[in-house]
């Protein structure tokens, strides 16, 4: 046991956490059997059998839980040691992993890192991006920003922004096509659509009043939010983008607005989620305090778009 050394229970841990070798290696850059070796050594230092191995993946035997049990515990000490030198420092260090989807990412927390950066010198980031929903403690995500509806009692979630949406053509595809003049006729031509999040596909208008919703069944469709934007600047079609996208092109002339008086832009709260328990972090408070300043100031410009 006294040859065990934090980075074992750490890996121990994402073992857990991921269910395969595999995924931990490819985490860690490093061969699968080089992270098996690592495993085989842990539990010699226990004295016990941790994981049953099998074809279909990993499990814990009751020993392995029990260890789980005091890894985390040790990290989590580790982390409270971390930020308590960080408050005496005043100055929050650490590593940082925080997952946005590509559109906030890109759009959003990636025009912020250099203010962060300043902010913060030693804060050391690492972005993961992409539109699928994160389970935390699965991919050892710190901070998550995402637009949800529903969140789980272990999580503890800080409104930080609002994202809206609204609908748009390039003007090369107005010229060939020419704009819908109402809801019905968007029927008749060609529509970007988002294969990763159904919902988007729900583009909801206000008409006299009442409330609409057209299914956008897309002739062009992407997975991912940037190339659907990609796909509607290039004129393939019109689609349903963040209004933080959509604007600044507006502006640009790249884009116009598609029947802009009765789009309803659905604002949806932003949130920066994190475990509970490690909200209270330095280094997680310090972003999570940033951010939320970073997106009240572009909120202004958001407000008038919608």
Not at 3 to 16: P, T
Not at 43 to 61: D, I, K, N, P, Q
Not at 117 to 133: A, I, K, Q, S, T
Not at 266 to 275: C, D, G, M, S
């Amino acid at each position: 046991m006294r040859d065990l050394q934090f980075d074992d229970m750490h890996l121990f841990a994402r073992v857990a956490d991921l269910g395969t070798l595999s995924a931990v290696a490819r985490e860690r850059d490093a061969p699968v059997s080089q992270v098996s070796r690592t495993l085989s050594r842990i539990e010699a230092a226990c004295g016990a059998r941790l994981v049953h191995r099998s074809t279909h993946g990993l499990s814990l035997t009751d020993e392995g839980r029990t260890f789980l049990d005091y890894c985390r515990r040790m990290i989590g000490t580790l982390d409270e040691l971390e930020g308590a030198f960080a408050s005496q420092a005043n100055e929050p260090s650490g590593h940082v992993r925080v997952a946005a989807s590509t559109v906030v990412a890109h759009y959003q927390v990636v025009p912020s890192l250099m203010a962060l950066g300043r902010r913060h010198p030693l804060l050391r980031l690492e972005l993961e991006v992409g539109d699928r929903y994160t389970d935390l403690a699965r991919d050892g995500i710190d901070i998550a920003l995402r637009t949800v509806t529903q969140l789980p009692d272990t999580v503890i979630a800080r409104r930080i922004g609002t994202l809206g949406r609204a609908i748009y053509a390039s003007p090369a595809y107005v010229a060939a096509h020419g704009l819908p003049c109402d809801v019905e006729s968007l029927a008749r031509h060609q529509l970007v659509a988002n294969t990763a999040v159904p919902a988007l596909n729900q583009w909801p208008f206000v008409v006299k009043g009442e409330a609409k919703v057209f299914m956008a069944d897309g002739q062009w469709r992407s997975n991912d939010t940037n190339t659907c934007a990609a796909m509607v600047l290039q004129g393939l079609g019109i689609g349903r983008l963040a209004t933080l996208v959509g604007e600044p092109m507006v502006r640009q002339r790249q884009l116009v607005r598609v029947l802009p008086d009765c789009v309803d832009p659905q604002p949806t709260p932003l949130y920066a989620i994190t475990a509970s328990g490690r909200h209270r972090l330095p280094k997680i408070r310090a972003c999570v305090d940033f951010w939320a300043e970073w997106f009240a100031a572009l909120a202004p410009a958001q407000e008038r778009a919608a």
